[in-house]
Nanobody, 127 residues
Framework: QVQLVESGGGLVQAGGSLTLSCAAS????????AGWFRQAPGKEREFVGS????????YYADSVKGRFTISRDNAKNTVYLQMRGLKPDDTAVYYC????????????????????WGQGTQVTVSS
C-alpha cells in the first residue's frame, strides 16, 4: 500500500508560479510511474503529466507543455510538479498518482492505470 500526500497548492495570480509536491509513504515509490492529474469543477479528471522511472520517460499534456515540469527526488520519495506561466484555466484540484504497472510511458495518461491516488490540492489562478 502506498499513501500519497500532495502539498503546495494555493492562490496565485495569472503568470505566477507554484510548485506542488507529492510525498509517498514508501521507497518503493521510486520504481513506480508517478502521474499528475487535475480536475476543475464540472469537468472530468484531466492528465497533466507523468514520469516513468524505467527509461526516464516524461510526458505532458499539450495544454501544459513548456510551462509545467515534473521531477522526482527518490531520496525523499517525492515527486514535484513545477508550474510556471499559470493561467486561470489551470485552476483545478491537482492529484498525484502512482502506478506499479509496466507499460510504455506514453500509456500513463490513462487514469485507470494508476493504483494509488493522493487526496488532491487546490490550485486557483486569478486573472
Amino acid at each position: 500500500q502506498v499513501q500519497l500526500v500532495e502539498s503546495g497548492g494555493g492562490l496565485v495570480q495569472a503568470g505566477g508560479s507554484l510548485t506542488l509536491s507529492c510525498a509517498a509513504s514508501t521507497s518503493v515509490f521510486s520504481t513506480y510511474t508517478a502521474g499528475w492529474f487535475r480536475q476543475a469543477p464540472g469537468k472530468e479528471r484531466e492528465f497533466v503529466g507523468s514520469y516513468t522511472p524505467i527509461g526516464g520517460s516524461i510526458y505532458y499534456a499539450d495544454s501544459v507543455k513548456g510551462r509545467f515540469t515534473i521531477s522526482r527526488d527518490n531520496a525523499k520519495n517525492t515527486v514535484y510538479l513545477q508550474m510556471r506561466g499559470l493561467k486561470p484555466d489551470d485552476t483545478a484540484v491537482y492529484y498525484c498518482a502512482a502506478s506499479s504497472r509496466a507499460a510504455p510511458g506514453s500509456y500513463f495518461s490513462r487514469p485507470f492505470l494508476y493504483d494509488y491516488w493522493g487526496q488532491g490540492t487546490q490550485v486557483t489562478v486569478s486573472s
